[in-house]
């Protein structure tokens, strides 16, 4: 049978990123011991006092339709914490709930691109943008975040990439994979191009909750860009709510009618016991968000101080989010053959470094989603196959010089 056209574009190396993941899932639920790494899926469990309000919210009998946009009592705290946050005054019609953050993209995107415009992504990218944009026929253009710069885009690189048929820029700041989070002079300079060239900004934020060094600046904050922004989150990261997908966007309220219109032909609005639970995650100031990002950021240290001195390999620091980068070029594996060794030799899955851009060929991603006493067993385990592989590679020098 014939197949359309989208399921080439929605599928590529994004989607296959994931095939090693799964396997060491699946090996993992068949009782091997494998630490699995390879997932931005906190490890912690949902406050209690969310899982209590939809319990409650289901036995009340909410379990019929709900507003599309989201209910009020939630797009008010939505909009309530965003203007907190931005200092923006922000009201409940400049938000629309949807099915996580990857959902409230797939929407904005549909409403602000045409076939064959173009928007400009920066490089690393997280892997389902691929998809999102090949969905709706946009064209990415890709601007890179360089190692040297701390991989932050510059705003110049951005300017130089910008055509006619340029209609929006994505941005994620802070950033997965690197944690790099982008500064706010970079935030003015990309902001006047917007201005300048009449451009969207899709502001993906799900991971400022989650900084540990600087500042997280809220781009639809800077002159001229209240109007031209879509500014992203969830609850996921933030509240270890991954698998409740909720999500949403902030935005100009005209944008917020074309997704109600999307919302109605295909999601058909989030379930009400959901967003019951998501009004107490973000009325309240629960001591269990506080605890997880304090551990993430012990774990972000831990893991970069034990695999400081890795033999052949790199940390990279992340000032923020739920990961850390490793550079292994020097041990003479690509990515994908050091995170299979890895998986089949010491039982510990990462992510290919190579599924998000040119300038994470050769990392690999490690998940902060383990306790740091299995983190730094990985680090002792990835730091043995690091050093045998230096071993492995001098020998085959010294068998070359040898004339074998």
């Known amino acids: 049978m014939r197949y ?36 931005g899926d906190p490890d912690f469990f949902t406050p209690t006092p969310i899982v209590e309000a939809a319990i409650e919210s289901l036995r009340a009998g909410d379990t019929h339709y709900a507003a599309i946009l989201g209910i009020s009592r939630l797009r008010q705290a939505i909009a309530k914490r965003f203007s907190q946050e931005s200092g923006i005054a922000t009201q409940e019609n400049q938000v629309a709930v949807l099915a996580g953050g990857q959902c409230a993209l797939f929407g904005v995107v549909h409403c ?22 090949g969905a709706c026929g946009a064209q990415m253009v890709k601007v890179p975040a360089k190692v ?4 932050v885009v510059q705003a110049a690189d951005i300017a130089t990439a910008i055509t006619p048929k340029t209609k929006a820029i994505l941005i994620n700041s802070p950033q997965n994979p690197t944690g790099a989070v982008i500064p706010r002079d970079t935030w003015l300079a990309i902001a006047q191009l917007c201005c300048e060239h009449d451009l969207w900004l899709i502001s993906d934020e799900v991971y400022s909750s989650l900084v540990y060094e600087g500042e997280h600046i809220h781009p639809a904050t800077l002159p001229g860009m209240a109007q031209r922004t879509a500014t ?19 935005g100009p309220t005209e944008l917020m009618t074309h997704l109600e219109n999307l919302g109605l032909s295909m999601l058909y609005g989030c379930p009400e016991f959901i967003q019951k639970a998501a009004c107490v995650a973000l009325e309240s100031d629960l001591s269990e ?59 510990v899955s990462v992510l290919v470094g190579d ?22 067993d990985a680090c002792k385990k990835i730091k043995q196959l690091t050093k045998a592989l230096i071993s492995e590679k001098e020998n085959s020098k010294s068998l070359c010089v040898a004339g074998f």
């Open 112 to 133: 602000v691109l045409n076939p064959l415009d173009e928007v400009i992504v920066i490089d690393p990218t997280y892997v389902t943008y691929e998809g999102v944009f």
């Open 232 to 250: 992203i989150n969830s609850l996921s990261k933030s509240h270890a709510m991954t698998g409740w997908r909720l999500g949403w966007v902030v």
């Open 289 to 347: 968000t506080i605890e997880m990002r304090q551990q993430y950021k012990l774990r972000s240290q831990s893991v970069t101080h034990a695999l400081a001195d890795a033999l052949g390999a790199t940390v990279f620091k992340p000032k923020a989010g739920m990961f850390v980068m490793l550079d292994i070029r020097p041990t003479g594996l690509n990515a994908h053959q050091f995170a299979r060794r890895l998986l089949d030799e010491w039982g």
């Open 4 to 39: 359309s056209d989208l399921t080439t574009r929605i599928a590529g190396e994004g989607s296959a990123a994931w095939d090693l993941h799964f396997e060491a899932m699946q090996r993992k639920n068949e009782g091997e011991a494998i630490t699995v790494l390879s997932v």
């Open 148 to 151: 040297e710069n701390d991989f």
């Open 355 to 376: 599924a998000f851009g040119r300038q994470t060929e050769g990392f690999v991603r490690i998940g902060l989603v383990e306790p740091v006493p299995v983190l730094l």
